[in-house]
C-alpha cells in the first residue's frame, strides 16, 4: 500500500512537471501573488515613525504604568458590568424579536425574489458598519446614556442575527410547512408546527452567541460614552490612572473565560449545535 502510494504522487508530480509553467498556474495562485504584491507595497507605504525603532522601551515603559493592578476598584467594575450585561441582554432580546419577521422575508425560498433581494441588501448595509461606529450615531442621536448602547448593539445585532436566521430557513425542509398550507392550516400554524421544531436549535444557538458577543461589544462601545465598562475605562484612561485600567482589563479576561465555559455549558445542556463564525 505504501508502495503504491509513493508511485501515485511520482506519477502526479511527474505529469505536473512535464506541463509548462504557465500551465501550471492556477486561480489560487493568481490570488497569492496579488496579495503578495499588496502585502510588500503596502509595507513600503507605511509612514515611518522613529519611535518604532525604540518599541520594546515603549513597551516596557507603558507596562511599566499598567503595574501593580488596583483591584480596590471591584466595587465599582461590578457596577458597570450589571450596565453591561442590562445593555447586551435588552438588546439582544429585541433583535431576536425583529430579527425573525426580518430573516422570513430575506430568505429566498420564502418570500418573493425582490423582497429577499432588498431585505438582503439592508443587512449588508447593516452588518458593513462595526458595532463601535453604530454607538457613536447612537450617542449622537440620543446622547451620552446606556439607551444609546442598547440602540447600536440592537441594530448591529439585527444585521448579523437577520442574516444567520435568513440562511437557517433556507437550509431547512419547508415540505411539511407547505403541506400544512395545503391542508387548511393558518400561516401563522404552518410557521410554529412545520418550520419552527426545526429552526429552534439553531436559531436559539446564534441568539446565545449574539448574547455573548454582545457582551463583549458592550464593554468596548462604553468607550465613546454608550454606557457600560467602557466608560469606565474611558475614565481612567483620561485621568492616567493606569493601574485602574490593568485591573478592568484583567477582571474583563476572567470575564470572557467565564462567558465561553458557560455558553458551551449551556449549548450542552440545551443539545445546541456549536455556532461557527
Do not use: C
Not at 502510494?5 to 506519477?11: H, K
Not at 507605511?46 to 516596557?60: F, G, H, K, Q, S
Not at 458590568?81 to 431576536?96: D, N, P, S
Amino acid at each position: 500500500m505504501k508502495k503504491e502510494a509513493i508511485r501515485v504522487i511520482y506519477n502526479t508530480r511527474r505529469q505536473t512537471s512535464l506541463k509548462p509553467w504557465w500551465k501550471r498556474l492556477t486561480v489560487l495562485h493568481g490570488v497569492g501573488l496579488i496579495f503578495l504584491i499588496i502585502f510588500f507595497t503596502s509595507l513600503w507605504q507605511m509612514p515611518y515613525d522613529e519611535r518604532a525603532t525604540d518599541w520594546l522601551a515603549n513597551v516596557a515603559r507603558f507596562g511599566a504604568r499598567l503595574w501593580p493592578p488596583d483591584f480596590s476598584i471591584w466595587p465599582e467594575f461590578v457596577t458597570a458590568l450589571g450596565e453591561t450585561m442590562r445593555i447586551a441582554v435588552i438588546a439582544t432580546m429585541v433583535a431576536f424579536v425583529l430579527s425573525l419577521p426580518i430573516a422570513l422575508g430575506a430568505s429566498r425560498n420564502v418570500a418573493p425574489m425582490w423582497v429577499s433581494f432588498t431585505l438582503r441588501m439592508f443587512l449588508n448595509g447593516i452588518r458593513t458598519v462595526p458595532s463601535l461606529l453604530w454607538a457613536i450615531v447612537a450617542v449622537a442621536i440620543w446622547g451620552i446614556t446606556p439607551w444609546a448602547g442598547v440602540a447600536a448593539l440592537t441594530v448591529y445585532s439585527v444585521g448579523y442575527l437577520g442574516k444567520f436566521y435568513s440562511d437557517a430557513i433556507e437550509s431547512v425542509d419547508l415540505s411539511v410547512a407547505y403541506s400544512l398550507r395545503g391542508m387548511g392550516a393558518h400561516p401563522i400554524q404552518a410557521l410554529q408546527y412545520g418550520l419552527w421544531p426545526m429552526l429552534k436549535p439553531l436559531l436559539w444557538s446564534q441568539a446565545l452567541w449574539m448574547l455573548e458577543y454582545n457582551i463583549r461589544s458592550a464593554s468596548i462601545i462604553g468607550y465613546v460614552g454608550a454606557g457600560g465598562l467602557g466608560m469606565l475605562l474611558n475614565v481612567y484612561q483620561d485621568y492616567y490612572q493606569w493601574t485602574k485600567v490593568s485591573a478592568v482589563l484583567i477582571f474583563l479576561l476572567f470575564l470572557v473565560i467565564l462567558l465561553d465555559v458557560l455558553g458551551e455549558w449551556l449549548r450542552g445542556k440545551m443539545n445546541l449545535p456549536v455556532h461557527r463564525r
